[in-house]
């Protein structure tokens, strides 16, 4: 008896299971029900337009719904080049003019992320200030 009632447990719980990986495969692992959120494209992408870089770790992205999302709190701005990495947990985030740190958190606090730390600096290098001028 107890045999039997340890099997229809686990059968139950193979189905919640099976029911959360359909939903999951179905709209992403965010869960959302909605169709995936479509790729903004930024117009410029010419590199040399971004002087400024920083790049940010970002706790919380876990498919590549999370990458669209991130990038996508960028692109929307004006003046940004954004492109994150699921591998990395990285976003590289190109600015034509630098923008505070709390503001590049803000955005993607707002985006339903974490920043874990900011690598790097916002001003450009030795080279890019040349091309620049």
Do not use: W
Not at 13 to 35: H, I, N, P, V
Request: aromatic share 6%.
């Amino acid at each position: 008896m107890a045999t039997f009632l340890i099997f229809a447990l686990l059968v139950i719980l193979a189905g919640f299971a099976l029911q959360s990986t359909r939903k999951k495969m179905r709209s992403g692992c965010c869960g959302s029900s909605e169709a995936p959120e479509k790729k903004i494209k930024v117009h410029d992408r010419d590199m040399a337009h971004y002087p400024y870089v920083a790049t940010l770790l970002i706790d919380g992205m876990t498919c590549h719904n999370c990458v669209i999302h991130i990038e996508n709190a960028f692109n929307r701005l004006d003046g940004i080049l954004a492109k994150a990495s699921l591998d990395t947990r990285t976003a590289t985030v190109h600015m034509r003019q630098p923008l505070p740190e709390k503001d590049l958190r803000r955005i993607v606090s707002e985006a339903g992320y974490t920043v874990m730390r900011i690598i790097g600096n916002h001003t450009p290098s030795g080279d890019q200030l040349n091309n620049i001028n």
